[in-house]
């Protein structure tokens, strides 16, 4: 294998560790609000490195702006979503006080 | 001809998640898990070499089927005063009912694989007779070209299939209703941020997939789908769509992508003498023309399937506007 | 053991599992998702037979056709889902057990 592979090879592993850790919080964490908080944020920076190591193993330019765009609008749809979930948590939470 | 590691653990985290999903108390859990299901199913078929199934798959199989599932329950659950008592006994609760049943379908696995461990393990399929026959079908993908050329029949029943559900879902409710309004109960104004920002490229991406179906994986399916997620997601948002057969506009657009695909087995039935018999030089722009009505009608078809199972096409007070007095 | 004759007999097992969730639980969305289930069990063991091609590329007819299963297990989903909606919004029922006690409740 060669130097640029090796670097793709780091990237992608520790855009896994991110997923793990990601999943970890999901797991752990007491309430909706601090999973939501550990799930989004190390998503999608795991997303990003696991990118950067498919853009340099591919090497070609088109392949690499695709793929950013694709980033992109991950974390378009992923923050997004997020909002909506802590949207509804947060009413489940007071129609339960009340 | 060695099984690569990752195929066995893909094999095998399927297998776990079937049995966990069916079987976990919470019905909301065994939703997201069949999502994830459907995720890791368009994984194994692109292990499996089949690019075009792992899009359908991804979009409509596991995405599309979820969000009617959760629409579904979201509406028993915002309905019912009571909180459903199976969460204590899931099961029938005869223990040697669930036993013997077990036992039962086991067996029958254990046949349905003696019967495969018998097919040959190579074997000639009508692969040779699609890949050779595909320079007159017009398109370079050979599914496409199966799909809309080859096999045709099946794909106009298919669409067939689609305006008939379309039919029988508004006949199970009230036909009375006009347009569909959501912005009183669930007016979101990131969500509508978001589909102002993201909607002009969904709809370049979906018109991208349909015309790339000729080359590449994609096709009319895929690009409804698409169209069907910006629809869904506008109804989610707070918006409010005609989804009635009281529009002529509407039922033009149920209608068109069966009626276009009859309309043109017809005319190129009269050429060719058989019905559906595209001849090779037009091939390409029958398709093209069959796939881009096809499109639209799957999308307001989808559309029109996601609030029919969400409950809103119920005539009820909070979320559907009539319009009075107007003959349309 | 080849990789197609994996996902085949992962599509049996998963058509299986799917045949006795559709049997054993009561809860009607339970049930349809079982139906879904065993749907993409037939759809795995069709595509894995394909693969058993001479030669590198798999046969398309079989895709084709796993294809048009998958959007017409869409549609049917979609329609048994209004139907479970339509009777629960008529009589609160969701398991066949509901529907035989609305039924009895009817008639007195």
């Known amino acids: ?98 | ?328 | 053991m080849t990789s197609a004759t994996l996902y085949a007999l992962t599509g049996i097992i998963i058509f299986i599992l799917g045949l006795r969730g559709l049997i054993i639980y009561e809860h009607f969305l339970r049930k349809v998702i079982a139906i879904n289930v065993m749907g993409t069990g037939i759809f795995m063991f069709l595509i894995a037979m394909a693969d058993r091609n001479t030669g590198a590329a798999p046969d398309p007819v079989p895709h084709a056709m796993v294809l048009t299963g998958i959007v017409v297990a869409v549609s049917a989903t979609a329609f048994i889902l209004a139907l479970i909606v339509r009777l629960y919004d008529a009589t609160g029922a969701v398991t066949f057990e509901d529907i035989y006690q609305h039924a009895k409740d009817e008639e007195q």
């Not at chain 2, 659950?77 to 969460?87: C, D, L, P, R, T």
């Not at chain 2, 349905?112 to 398109?139: D, N």
């Not at chain 2, 002009?200 to 000729?214: I, N, R, S, T």
Request: charged share 10%; net charge positive.
């Open chain 2, 1 to 328: 001809m060695y099984v690569d590691y990752f195929d066995y653990v893909l094999a095998l985290i399927l297998i776990f998640l079937t049995w966990q999903m069916l079987r976990v108390k919470d019905l909301l859990t065994s939703i997201v898990l069949f999502i994830i299901f459907g995720m890791l199913i368009a994984l194994a078929w692109m292990q499996l070499k089949a690019p075009d199934i792992a899009l359908v798959e991804a979009v409509i199989g596991s995405a599309l089927t979820g969000v009617l599932f959760l629409g579904a329950l979201g509406y028993i659950e915002s309905k019912s005063q009571v909180v459903y008592v199976e969460k204590k006994n899931v099961l029938i609760t005869s223990r040697v009912y669930t036993i013997s049943l077990t036992i039962l379908t086991a067996f029958l696995g254990f046949i349905l694989f003696l019967t495969m461990w018998k097919l040959p393990e190579q074997q000639v399929g009508l692969h040779h007779h699609a890949m050779s026959a595909l320079p007159e079908s017009g398109v370079k993908n050979p599914v496409t070209a199966v799909i809309l050329n080859f096999r045709g029949y099946d794909t106009l029943l298919e669409i067939g299939v689609l305006l008939l559900v379309v039919i029988a879902v508004f006949a199970l409710n009230a036909t009375r209703l006009v347009i569909i309004n959501t912005s009183l109960k669930r007016k979101s104004r990131i969500l509508a941020a978001f589909l102002y920002l993201l909607s002009p490229l969904m709809v370049l991406v979906g018109f991208y997939m349909l015309w790339a179906g000729g080359h590449a994986p994609g096709g009319a399916f895929q690009a409804g789908a698409m169209l069907a997620g910006v629809g869904i997601l506008m109804l989610m948002g707070g918006g409010s769509l005609p989804l009635s057969m009281k529009f002529r506009v509407m039922r033009f657009i149920y209608a068109i992508g069966f009626a276009s695909f009859i309309c043109v087995g017809i005319l190129v039935g009269n050429e060719t003498r058989h019905f559906l018999q595209y001849p090779p030089s037009l091939a390409k722009y029958l398709i093209f023309m069959i796939e881009i009505f096809a499109t639209i009608s799957i999308a307001a078809t989808l559309v029109t399937l996601f609030a029919g199972c969400t409950g809103l096409l119920l005539a009820q007070e909070d979320h559907v506007v009539k319009v009075k007095g107007k003959s349309l």
């Open chain 1, 1 to 98: 294998m060669e130097i640029h592979q090796y670097v793709a090879l780091s990237f992608l592993f520790v855009g896994v560790l991110f997923f793990i850790a990601g999943a970890f919080g999901l797991l752990r964490f007491p309430d909706t609000y601090s999973r939501l908080h550990a799930l989004t944020k190390a998503d999608n920076i795991g997303l990003g490195f696991i990118i950067l190591g498919i853009a340099i193993e591919m090497g070609d330019l088109s392949v690499f702006i695709k793929l950013v765009l694709v980033w992109v609008l991950i974390i378009f749809s992923s923050a997004t979503s997020c909002y909506l979930i802590a949207r509804a948590a947060l009413r489940m939470d007071k129609n339960e006080q009340e």
